[in-house]
Structures are given as structure tokens and as C-alpha cells.
């Protein structure tokens, strides 16, 4: 069974503090895993994938196989990255691949 | 390129009507999916089909049926809605495993029964 953890529904920052929204999750294989946006309940978009190791929006994520972690990083919060962030995991099944989500996160950027 | 795109926005039926929420992709995706996205539940997978001829039940498909009616289209069918079945629901597809894109999802129909 592939599962992914988000422990903090609302994460309330600063404009300007660092942002760490955090992931974890089970998994018996390798998995593959992302960060979506979502704003104002729009359809979700792709902000993060592990394996091309990029920084989209400023943001970044590092997978930790030993802590089973892929937390979201930003240094310094912008009022625009206020929005719903979800990570998932892709895992492979007897019926093909499919992408399991945490429940979320709300982060609010405060002035 | 349209990418994903799903028929109605929005929706609202009595308790006990039937629909089907369409959804098309025009990307040469293999892989289909119908989500449910719900406060404090994040989006749980309702039924997907990995490739074209094939579906296979999610986390939460009691009281849905699905259609692979070809390789572009999905469909998620409600035989007797119910209100707990109120929700926004998602359809996404993806190439295949590894694919550079990740999964692409559709704008989402609310739907409400009451």
C-alpha cells in the first residue's frame, strides 16, 4: 500500500520567512514523488517532481529515503504562494501506475 | 492543445438521479484517473484505467462506474446519487510511469446533491 502523510493542514507564514511544508510516506518500492498547487480550489498544477530536481517558484524538495520525507522548502515566502499544496506519490500497481495524495496543506502568507 | 477537459463545471442533482461526469484528454495519454477532492480529505482516487480496455477501483469507488471509452475519454457515472457523493471531481492522465510531465488533471466539476 503506498501512503502519503502531510501532518500540518494550515501553515501560517510571514512575507520574507522561510517556508517548510512537509511530506511523508510509505512505500515498498521506489517511489516517485510530487508537489501540487492548487489555487483558490482551480485545478491543480505541477510545481515539483524529484526526479528532475528542479526549483519552480523558488521552491524546492529534497526525497529522503531514510526519513521517508519530501518536504517543500522556500526561503522566503511571497503573498502569492498562498494556496492549497499537496504532495503525491506514483507508485506501481498490479493495475499500472497510480498517484496517491496527503490530504494537504493550506499555506497563508501574512503581510 | 486542450490538455484535460471535463463536462460539466458544475453540477446539481436530487438524491437518487443518475449522471455521467465526461472527461477527454487529447494528449495520447495512456493512463486515466478520477479523483474526489473533499475539506480535510485531500483527493482520494475513485477508479482509474492504465491504459485503453482496462479500469481498476481507487481508494473510493463504492457507489461509481467508469468508462474507457477509447484512449482519450473516461467517464464516471453516478447510478443513484446520494449526498455524500457532493464533491469536486477531478479527472488526470499521464503518459505512463516516468513520463517528464507528471500528471496532467482538468479543471474540476462540482457537483451537489441534495
Known amino acids: 500500500a503506498q501512503r502519503v502523510t502531510q501532518p500540518e493542514k494550515l501553515l501560517s507564514v510571514f512575507k520574507g520567512a522561510p517556508v517548510e511544508l512537509k511530506c511523508n510516506y510509505s512505500y515498498s518500492g521506489s517511489p516517485e514523488l510530487f508537489w501540487y498547487v492548487q489555487y483558490s480550489r482551480q485545478r491543480l498544477q505541477l510545481l515539483l517532481r524529484?526526479?528532475s530536481r528542479e526549483s519552480i517558484k523558488g521552491f524546492t524538495a529534497d526525497l529522503n529515503k531514510g526519513e521517508t520525507s519530501f518536504h517543500l522548502k522556500k526561503p522566503f515566502a511571497q503573498e502569492e504562494d498562498s494556496a492549497m499544496y499537496y504532495c503525491a506519490l506514483s507508485g506501481i500497481t498490479g493495475g499500472g501506475n497510480k498517484l496517491t495524495f496527503g490530504t494537504g496543506t493550506q499555506l497563508k502568507v501574512e503581510l | 492543445n486542450a490538455g484535460v477537459t471535463q463536462t460539466p463545471k458544475f453540477q446539481v442533482l436530487k438524491t437518487g438521479q443518475s449522471m455521467t461526469l465526461q472527461c477527454a484528454q487529447d494528449?495520447?495519454?495512456?493512463?486515466m484517473y478520477w479523483y474526489r477532492q473533499d475539506p480535510g480529505m485531500g483527493l482520494r482516487l475513485i477508479y482509474y484505467s492504465a491504459s485503453e480496455g482496462t479500469t481498476d477501483k481507487g481508494e473510493v469507488p463504492n457507489g461509481y462506474n467508469v468508462s474507457r471509452l477509447n484512449k482519450r475519454e473516461f467517464s464516471l457515472r453516478l447510478e443513484s446519487a446520494a449526498p455524500s457523493q457532493t464533491s469536486v471531481y477531478f479527472c488526470?492522465?499521464?503518459?505512463?510511469?516516468?513520463?517528464?510531465?507528471?500528471?496532467?488533471f482538468g479543471s474540476g466539476t462540482r457537483l451537489t446533491v441534495v
Open positions: 488526470a492522465s499521464r503518459r505512463g510511469q516516468g513520463d517528464n510531465y507528471g500528471y496532467t
Open positions: 494528449m495520447n495519454h495512456n493512463s
Open positions: 524529484h526526479i
